[in-house]
């Protein structure tokens, strides 16, 4: 079993400090310092890839729609969904899968056409007021009976790969150096290390995702041909190819 205290003590012998922790509170200086950084750090980590152990689906709930009396979706998006709850990044949303399916499955091609990320369900996270006035993230698509696939809020470390683990590791210890040792001169090469260690782990996680193309290339759509990850939607290939979120930009400045 990790715990936030394991990751703790790891950043903390990274850094060379001779200090441990036994918990994370304000009775010591490294562990008030792990305190301040250890959640903001994982936060600020899972937003920055489509992270496989994070990955949830779940239908979105309907607030309501543009043929609504007064209309309850803003123009041009005909539907406005509740944010999730736990979301912390919006990879893709998908329409609703079919009851059931006769289709004989394909190696190589979904079951069914709603598998795979595709252009056509194009959504924008955005800023709404609810019935009691209060601001709230609401998902508009156009997309009926959206499905949301999306990174969740993950706080359990035993649950995460070990390569996003050395990462928050890596970053908690850029972010402790200078507070705990007084050296501000070695904060530069610690952030080198922490950016190096969230490279790898994106690049793993990676390799274990889906692959995707963004578009198809022009010379390949000018002979009919689907690119070579197109999804399938009642037999016939997307064109334009799968369409899915990638990493985010992320380092972690002096």
Known sequence: MTSLVDLGNRALSEIGARATITAIDNTTPAGQQVGIWIDTLRQQLLRMAPWGFARRTAALTLLGELTDDPPASPYPWQ?????PADCFRMNYILPKPPTATTDTPVVGVPIVPYAMPSRNCRYLVSNDIDDMD???????????????????????????????????????????????????GMKGDYVKLANMYIDMARVQDGNEAVPSA???????????????NAGWWGGVPF????????WDGGSWGM
């Open 134 to 184: 209060a601001q709230i993230k609401v998902v508009l698509s156009n997309v009926r009976d959206a499905v949301a696939v999306y990174v969740a809020d993950v706080t359990d470390p035993d649950l995460m790969d070990v390569g996003f683990q050395a990462a928050w590791v890596a970053a908690l210890a850029a972010k402790l150096v200078q507070p705990l040792t007084g050296n501000a």
């Open 239 to 246: 064109t334009a190819g799968d369409w899915y979120w990638g």
């Open 79 to 83: 539907f406005k969904y509740a944010y």
């Open 214 to 228: 963004d578009h198809t290339p022009d010379w390949i759509a000018t002979r009919g041909v689907p690119s070579a």
